[in-house]
Each structure stands twice: as structure tokens, then as C-alpha cells.
């Protein structure tokens, strides 16, 4: 009971005043919608480029598992930035990132270098770990009841990423003449300068020095079964994502249809992906967060199964679309329940734990997927979808069937 009520006098003196609140959503849905278009630009184009530069068609679709890698290698660092220095410099680093990865994506399609490219997709990377950790920053200095549609209203602003980004493709990528998606690039990093501009206004608790000294050991809170169908259902859902989409674009183009077509799949997976947030919150709230997440699992399956029907355009944007809604409910559901697992002074560390598992498996997804896609065709790509799948829908079951009580936050 002690425990219980020194968390709840420890949030709330960390909530912030409403005006504050508001203000830190609304330029973080704003950020979120520009930042966005970082992944999606990595996305529409990465595959393409790659086959572009790459001296073996095996390395095509390389770039975006860099881009995979940069989040996984980079989610620690900028943890422990956030732990000490406060959310807001770790913003400011991640979109610094961001407009290298344009000033360096545009150089290596001028000078044809396929190594320069992949280190541009890695700071993309990078900067899209740091993107990602909006939807916790929602959360800080918030009720505990509004937590989930804070980080949902957040998540809402991919919204206009999913149009940003494919538009920024469509109408810059044959502008620099011969070097295609060159001015792709280089207003990729104009918009990352102008998401800076939009977080030098939000205002976030600073770190305590209870969270500096991080709380109880990141093994104890490892072994919660709570925190355990949090992280495999985040990193099911993302690597799932991850492993469908990025063989999509290239998948497309191999069995003739356009680029434009391309484009235009991936604008409404992501606009699917990140639509269903003005709402999600809600279900969370109402049905769980275990709950949404399993359906967002269920709903993944079911893309993959639309994808195995068929190749027409029809089948790719119906395949993109379920696979966007099912990421939205899978990932929140389970951003949800990470928001159960920690203390106020835990929060950073026990995220970014929970992001690094995330990104390591979706890593996972990125590589195979290119291999898969080359040698064995889409068809299979969508097969072995299924397996991690399983799993996840199993290990997620079992664990919140354990009436386990989260730790008071």
C-alpha cells in the first residue's frame, strides 16, 4: 500500500498544467507527422535506390535493413541521453540525424556510392528511433488514465506522414535530372530541419534524480509477464510490418506495375497505419491493451493471407492497407502495456529496453525479407509471415492469463 501511494503522490507532482499538456501533444503530433516522412521516403525508395547502387541485386533492399539497424543501435544511446539530459536534447540529436540522412542519401545517388547510401539510411534510422519515442514523451506529466490516448493522439500525426512522405517522393523524384530521388533526398532533410523547429517548443519534465539513478534492475522488471507480451507483441508487430513492407515496393515492381503504384500502396499503409490512433486510445481503454494488441496480430495474419490471393495492384494496397491498421493496434496495444510495467523514475530505461528488443527483431525481419523476396518470390515472403506470427498471438495468450498486478506507476 506504501509503495502504492508514494507512486501516486510522485505522479501527481510530475503532471504537467493542461495548457502544457496540450501544447507538448500538439507539437508532438506535428513533429510525428513531419519526422514520419523520414521512414516513409526510406520506405518508398530504399529498395529502389539500393537495386540502383548495389553491385548485386541480393543488396537491394540492404539499405532499408541498415535503416532497421541504425533504430536498434541508436534506441540505448538515446535512452540514456533522455535519462540525463532530458527528452527534448534527444529530439534535437535524433533530427539532426535527419537532415544528414538527406544531405548524404542525396550525395551518394550524385556520386552513385551504394556504402554512402547505406550510411545515410543508418542515420535515417537513428533519427526514426528517436521519432518513435514521441509517443512515450506524451505521456510524461499526464494523468495516468489519459496516458494511452496521449500517446494515441501522438501516434495520429504518422497520419500526415502517410502523405508527406509518398507526395515528397512523387513530385521530387525526377527533379534533379539524371539523378533520380536526388531532390528526394535533399528535401527529406528540409523537412527534418523543420520538425527541429516545431520540438524546441515542447516542455517536458526534466530528468529526477531518482530517474538519473534508473530504479529497480531492468532484469527484474524483464522477467514481469506483463512487460514479456508487451515486448514480444511490440516486436512481432513491428518486425512483421517491417518484413512485409519493405519487400512490398520491390515486389511490385517485379511483377510491372509502377513506381507510381508503388508510391501510392505505400501512402495508404501508412495513412492505415497511423488513422486508427484518434481512436485507439479509446479501445485500449475500454477492451485493454492486451486485447488490441492481439487483434492487431490477427489482423496482420489476415494481410498476409489477402497478399497470397493474388498479385493485381488490388491485392498489394488491400495487403498494405490491413497491414497498417494491424501494426497500429498491435504496437500501441503493446506501448500500452509497456506504460504498466515501470515506476515514473524506470521510464526511460525500461522503454528503451523495450524499444531495443523491438528494433533487434524488426532488424531481423529486414534482412530476411530482401533474401526471401530475391530467391523465393513474394509468395513465401507472406508464408513465413505466419510463423512469428504464431508465436506471438501464443506467447501474448499465456502471459495475460497470469493475473499478474503491473507496478504502481
Known amino acids: 500500500m506504501t509503495d502504492n501511494n508514494t507512486a501516486s ?8 498544467p493542461a495548457k502544457i499538456q496540450s501544447g507538448n501533444i500538439w ?7 513531419l519526422a514520419g516522412a523520414n521512414s516513409v ?16 541485386p541480393m543488396l537491394a533492399t540492404l539499405p532499408i535493413s541498415v535503416f532497421v539497424v541504425g533504430m536498434a543501435a541508436c534506441i540505448l544511446p538515446v535512452g540514456a541521453v533522455a535519462r540525463r539530459h532530458g527528452r527534448r536534447t534527444a529530439f534535437l540529436v535524433g533530427t539532426g540525424a535527419g537532415v544528414l540522412t538527406g544531405l548524404l542519401g542525396m550525395l551518394a545517388v550524385i556520386i552513385g556510392s551504394f556504402w554512402l547510401f547505406c550510411l545515410a539510411t543508418f542515420l535515417g534510422g537513428g533519427y526514426a528511433a528517436v521519432v518513435l519515442t514521441f509517443r512515450f514523451a506524451a505521456a510524461d506529466g499526464v494523468a495516468p488514465d489519459r496516458r494511452a490516448r496521449a500517446l494515441s493522439l501522438v501516434m495520429g500525426g504518422g497520419v500526415a506522414a502517410g502523405v508527406i512522405g509518398p507526395q515528397l517522393v512523387t513530385y521530387t523524384m525526377d527533379l534533379w535530372q539524371p539523378y533520380m530521388f536526388a531532390a528526394t533526398f535533399l528535401a527529406q532533410g528540409v523537412v527534418a530541419a523543420a520538425a527541429a523547429l516545431i520540438l524546441l517548443g515542447v516542455r517536458l519534465p526534466m530528468p529526477t534524480a ?21 515486448a514480444i507483441s511490440g516486436a512481432v508487430s513491428y518486425m512483421l510490418m517491417n518484413f512485409l513492407m519493405t519487400a512490398a515496393p520491390l515486389a511490385m515492381h ?51 493471407a489477402v497478399g497470397l490471393a493474388g ?12 497491414l497498417g491498421v494491424g501494426w497500429n493496434f498491435g504496437f500501441l496495444g503493446a506501448s500500452a502495456l509497456v506504460l504498466e510495467c515501470h515506476r515514473p523514475e524506470e521510464k526511460t530505461r525500461v522503454q528503451s529496453l523495450n524499444d531495443f528488443i523491438v528494433f533487434g527483431l524488426m532488424a531481423v525481419g529486414s534482412f530476411s525479407s530482401g533474401g526471401l523476396l530475391s530467391v523465393y518470390g513474394w509468395n513465401t515472403v507472406l508464408w513465413v509471415s505466419f510463423i512469428p506470427l504464431a508465436l506471438a498471438v501464443t506467447s501474448l495468450a499465456i502471459a495475460l492469463q497470469r493475473k499478474t498486478v503491473a507496478p504502481a506507476r
Open 9 to 16: 503522490m510522485s505522479s501527481a507532482l510530475d503532471e504537467l
Open 254 to 304: 517485379i511483377c510491372g506495375h509502377s513506381q507510381e503504384s508503388a508510391n501510392t500502396g505505400i501512402q495508404w499503409h501508412v495513412i492505415a497505419m497511423f488513422g486508427p490512433s484518434f481512436f485507439t486510445g479509446n479501445l485500449i481503454k475500454r477492451f485493454g491493451a492486451g486485447r488490441v494488441a492481439t487483434a492487431g496480430l490477427l489482423l496482420t495474419g489476415l494481410s498476409a
Open 41 to 56: 521516403v526510406v520506405y518508398a525508395t530504399g529498395a529502389i535506390v539500393g537495386n540502383m547502387l548495389a553491385p548485386t
Open 27 to 33: 507539437r508532438l503530433s506535428v513533429a510525428q507527422a
Open 311 to 322: 498479385i493485381d495492384i488490388a491485392h498489394f494496397w488491400a495487403t498494405l492497407i490491413l
Open 210 to 230: 531518482a530517474e538519473i539513478a534508473g530504479g529497480r534492475p531492468l532484469s527484474t522488471i524483464a522477467r514481469q509477464p506483463r512487460f514479456v507480451a508487451a
